[in-house]
């Protein structure tokens, strides 16, 4: 059985002209579905217009204007550094520029090629250097515990030969008394 357009008019919050209520009337009468589905929303309708309004904690009102200050003045703090910075380098690149025009001397087009060399110059020294990045990176999970055996090793061996200076130097320097015979 078709349950359209009742569960529409059901769930309509707009009011129903009195030929759709007569026969959604009649459909709940018939239809044991629809039936449920009226009475369920009609009790959860009652249940919220019965419960009270929540209100909010103590002092949440007090809290959220705090922290919305604070969020304004955070914003605020940081759109000045933006302004700072952004003037600083409006600043900076206008003394440059202005530097640069005053000065005759200065060969634009060669210092740029330069400028090119030294960046393709490090383009390739990092081309040059990725393998052994590459391995370094590949291996290491490998070096690491022998790294640490002989790390380990080598420190515990510090630490002995350490000792076993200070102790020399201890018995070098203890004073020797009279009359005793060490042998």
Same mark, same amino acid.
């Given at each position: 059985?078709s @349950?359209?357009p009742?569960? &529409?008019w059901?769930?309509? #919050?707009? +009011?129903l002209?009195?030929? #759709?209520?007569?026969?959604l009337?009649a @459909?709940?009468?018939?239809c044991q579905s629809c039936s449920q589905?009226s009475?369920?929303?009609?009790?959860?309708?009652?249940?919220?217009n019965d419960?009270p309004?929540?209100? +909010?904690?103590?002092g949440?009102? $007090?809290r959220?204007q705090t922290?919305l200050?604070?969020?304004? $003045?955070q914003?605020?703090q940081k759109r000045m550094?933006?302004?700072?910075?952004?003037?600083f380098?409006?600043a900076t690149?206008?003394?440059v520029?202005?530097?640069?025009?005053?000065?005759?001397q200065?060969?634009?087009?060669y210092h740029?090629?330069?400028?090119v060399?030294t960046?393709?110059?490090l383009? &390739?020294f990092?081309?040059?250097l990725w +393998?052994?990045? #590459?391995?370094l990176v590949?291996n290491?999970?490998?070096?690491?515990p022998?790294?640490?055996?002989?790390?380990?090793g080598s420190l515990?061996?510090v630490?002995v030969?350490?000792?076993?200076w200070?102790?020399s130097?201890l018995?070098?320097?203890? +004073?020797v008394?009279?009359?005793?015979?060490?042998?």
């Amino acid at each position: 059985m078709s @349950h359209q357009p009742f569960e &529409s008019w059901i769930f309509s #919050q707009d +009011p129903l002209e009195i030929e #759709q209520k007569n026969t959604l009337q009649a @459909h709940l009468e018939s239809c044991q579905s629809c039936s449920q589905l009226s009475g369920a929303l009609m009790e959860m309708e009652k249940v919220f217009n019965d419960s009270p309004a929540i209100s +909010p904690a103590p002092g949440f009102t $007090q809290r959220w204007q705090t922290r919305l200050e604070l969020a304004r $003045q955070q914003r605020q703090q940081k759109r000045m550094w933006l302004l700072t910075l952004g003037l600083f380098g409006g600043a900076t690149l206008t003394l440059v520029a202005l530097f640069l025009l005053n000065q005759p001397q200065i060969n634009l087009a060669y210092h740029f090629s330069q400028c090119v060399v030294t960046i393709a110059r490090l383009t &390739s020294f990092l081309n040059q250097l990725w +393998p052994t990045f #590459q391995s370094l990176v590949t291996n290491l999970p490998i070096l690491i515990p022998i790294m640490v055996i002989f790390g380990t090793g080598s420190l515990i061996a510090v630490i002995v030969l350490i000792i076993a200076w200070f102790s020399s130097i201890l018995k070098l320097y203890q +004073p020797v008394q009279e009359g005793v015979n060490t042998r």
